[in-house]
């Protein structure tokens, strides 16, 4: 008898000293935050709770993963939530502590991300990296000092940090700000010998000559700014969260479905993407549409007019309607050989938005009909559309190549002649620009911006 009430004793205090060993488990556990999720994303829901589920359990490297997921879905609170728990169970996690400030920072704590964004720099190393190296988090804390009006500290700052270019940026368009442009030309020069066609830096070359009296220097750096592009971020929000969102839910399939593009593996993209939209179907999630543009283009390139026409119809059910539904299904009925329709159909949609590929089409047709005048003036226009986009990349020899077949087809369009002179003034040829101009005022007087081109050629 005394045996087995020993025997009952070992088996109660086990059960007891198990029952409490898990309960300090559960307790010492940090549970995982969700947000609720009221949108239509069919996948993202479950796609969470499996990060969280490998979170609560896991490490500071799976806590950062969850951050991410909640972070690239636009979650700020939830997934700062969990970059602290990342921090937490690895101080040493530099993107975690990063990320971390980043989100006090999109929930306008600007203050409170500063000393985050502090901590980050400390553990960050040197890097060119736009994200989360060390110079990246001291631009972060000068931004932040500028959106609370603190412009002499944002300065100090970005000279600190002035081998980053973006900090080279902030600090010339302070120093323009503050009317001292000789300090600030040698910056924006060094900015812009890293990037010769940045939109930003040759707009604060162009206030810095202005501020020094150099006008006619400044406007041609106006006249450059239309041929320039955004080639340097100063706001690294976007570079953060759009590679996060295409982590998880509808948008990382999509990515999938495009990759296979690459393959030229046409039946399994359809076959992925008409499983999407099967998925999105009861929903009114905004990637519908984009999935049913990009179907319609894999149809086409396999010839197959029907399914096409489906698609289409399914988007105006869903009340899209726009010019490149209407040029798809121009293409669809070409495809069936109903030119009346299809040619119908593509001049809707060009009279709504042009470009190169309708004119082209147009013209192949009319080249069918042996209606040459037809056909000349839509190669006319898709050689004019060209010559711009050469021009506004900056790519001027394509550009002008282009714009002179323009002249051929179109020689009476004012239009033409205009750009035909910006182009030639753009490489340097005044004599010519300057006849071209005269020949847009020519056929239309009333060009204001040729006016007043050729009023600032004769200044020089």
């Known amino acids: 008898m005394q ?23 559960q307790l010492g556990q940090y549970v995982p935050v969700l947000p609720e999720i009221t949108f239509d994303d069919p996948l993202l829901a479950a796609e969470l709770k499996a990060l969280a589920e490998t979170a609560r359990q896991g490490e500071s490297q799976d806590w950062q993963l969850l951050g991410e997921g909640l972070l690239g879905q636009g979650f700020y609170g939830e997934a700062e939530l969990a970059f602290r728990q990342a921090v937490q169970m690895d101080p040493k996690n530099s993107m975690a502590q990063y990320n971390l400030a980043f989100c006090i920072d999109r929930t306008g704590r600007i203050a409170e991300s500063t ?73 924006i020069n060094h900015g812009l010998s890293v990037f010769p066609n940045s939109v930003k830096f040759t707009a604060l070359k162009m206030r810095a000559l202005e501020q020094l009296g150099y006008f006619l220097e400044a406007e041609k750096e106006a006249r ?17 969260v759009t590679p996060l969102n295409a982590n998880l839910g509808i948008q990382h399939e999509e990515e999938i479905s495009e990759q296979l593009w690459a393959d030229q593996s046409l039946d399994l993209i359809a076959e992925k993407m008409n499983e999407l939209l099967l998925l999105l179907g009861p929903t009114s999630h905004q990637k519908k549409y984009a999935l049913r543009k990009s179907l319609i283009k894999v149809e086409y390139e396999r010839q197959n007019a029907n399914s096409m026409l489906e698609l289409i119809l399914h988007a105006h059910a869903d009340g899209d309607f726009d010019a490149e539904l209407l040029q798809s299904e121009g293409d669809a009925f070409a495809l069936k050989e109903d030119w009346e329709r299809a040619v119908s159909l593509w001049l809707r949609a060009l009279r709504m938005s042009p470009n190169v590929t309708l004119h082209q089409k147009l013209a192949q047709f009319y080249e069918t009909k042996k209606d040459t005048s037809s056909r000349d003036k839509h190669l006319g226009y898709a050689a004019l559309l060209k010559a711009k986009e050469k021009y506004f990349k900056n790519q001027l020899e394509d550009s002008r190549e282009a714009i002179r077949q323009a002249e051929k087809m179109l020689p009476e369009i004012a239009t033409v002649w205009y750009y035909s002179a ?31 081109a050729l009023n600032s050629l004769g200044q020089k």
């Open 422 to 452: 910006e182009i030639e003034r753009a490489l340097k040829n005044p004599d010519q620009a300057q006849a071209n101009y005269a020949l847009c005022l020519e056929f239309d007087p009333t060009h204001g911006r040729a006016v007043r």
């Open 224 to 240: 450059l700014l239309e041929r320039c592009e955004s080639v340097m971020p100063t706001d690294f929000s976007i570079i953060l």
């Open 3 to 25: 045996i087995m009430i020993r025997l009952l004793m070992v088996i109660i205090t086990t059960e007891i000293v198990c029952s409490g060993y898990w309960a300090a488990q």
């Open 115 to 187: 000393h985050e964004y502090l901590k980050a720099a400390k553990l960050a190393k040197p890097s060119e990296s736009l994200i989360g190296s060390r110079e990246s988090c001291i631009y972060q804390v000068g931004r932040n000092a500028l959106r609370l009006e603190n412009p002499a500290e944002a300065e100090e700052i970005f000279l600190d940090g002035i081998g980053f270019l973006p900090a080279v940026y902030q600090y010339s368009k302070l120093l323009v700000r503050s009317n001292r442009p000789v300090e600030a030309m040698p910056k």
